[in-house]
């Protein structure tokens, strides 16, 4: 596949991701500034954990990383493996949201919309799951905003949190998902809005160095 911005948008819209040969640092952050407007980069590698910011620096600890949406208002998220390792593991996983709320009734959905989640570092709220006919959806999952205040809600969409969060618990011990073990040079983009993301644990000793990239459509 040609990694044009073309093909990729193309592959977003059509799959929710795309993964490229990209070769190297410059040319995948030239393609990310055709995809839109870059509002954040980001070297990923592992760091001491007292360095590491409570609710949103896991990527950087060799744990496992739950599925989550990053900066819920970022359109694309780009990875870029700069350096990666050969030891087993830390493969980054993917997961359709559609598939978790096909899962789901109707009410359950309906639910869900009402609930709104904290921004990062913001008194700003935005719904968990916006979602309009014939349109993709957009959900906001951070476990730990999204689950840590369950009896802050009302019952009705505390059952629809809970119920959501126990599907996709599924899906994650089944391994319904998809798992990408980049090479060095290969970049991985997905639709922020539709895909949740995670990581497979990192080796301890891992020095792999993974460049994530926050793309707004412009």
């Known amino acids: 596949m040609n990694p044009s911005a ?17 070769g190297d640092r410059e040319n995948y952050l030239a393609i990310c500034n055709e995809l839109g407007k870059v509002t954040q980069t980001r070297e990923i590698f592992l760091k001491p954990k007292e360095t590491v910011e409570k609710y949103t620096g896991y990527s950087h600890l060799p744990d496992e990383v ?10 694309v998220v780009g990875l870029f493996c700069e350096e990666a390792d050969n030891l087993g593991g830390g493969e980054n996983l993917l997961i359709d949201t559609r598939d978790l709320l096909g899962e789901l009734s109707s009410v359950e959905v309906e639910s ?60 994650r011990k089944e391994r319904r998902f998809l798992s990408f073990k980049l090479k060095s040079g290969q970049a991985i983009w997905f639709d922020n809005f539709v895909m949740l993301h995670g990581r497979d644990q990192l080796d301890p000793s891992s020095r792999r160095l993974q460049l994530r990239v926050f793309i707004q459509y412009v």
Do not use: M
């Not at 073309?6 to 990209?22: H, K, Q, T």
């Not at 739950?66 to 359109?75: A, I, K, S």
């Open 112 to 171: 869900l919309k009402s609930v709104q989640i904290p921004l990062p570092r913001s008194e700003d709220r935005i719904p968990l799951l916006t979602a309009v006919n014939g349109q993709p959806p957009h959900i906001y999952w951070l476990p730990a905003f999204a689950l840590t205040h369950l009896d802050k809600l009302e019952n009705y969409q505390a059952v629809a949190v809970s119920r959501f969060n126990q599907i996709l618990s599924i899906h």
């Open 66 to 75: 739950p599925f989550h949406t990053d900066y819920p208002l970022v359109n």
């Open 6 to 22: 073309l093909n990729i948008r193309s592959c977003l819209d059509l799959n929710g991701y795309v993964v490229a040969d990209v």
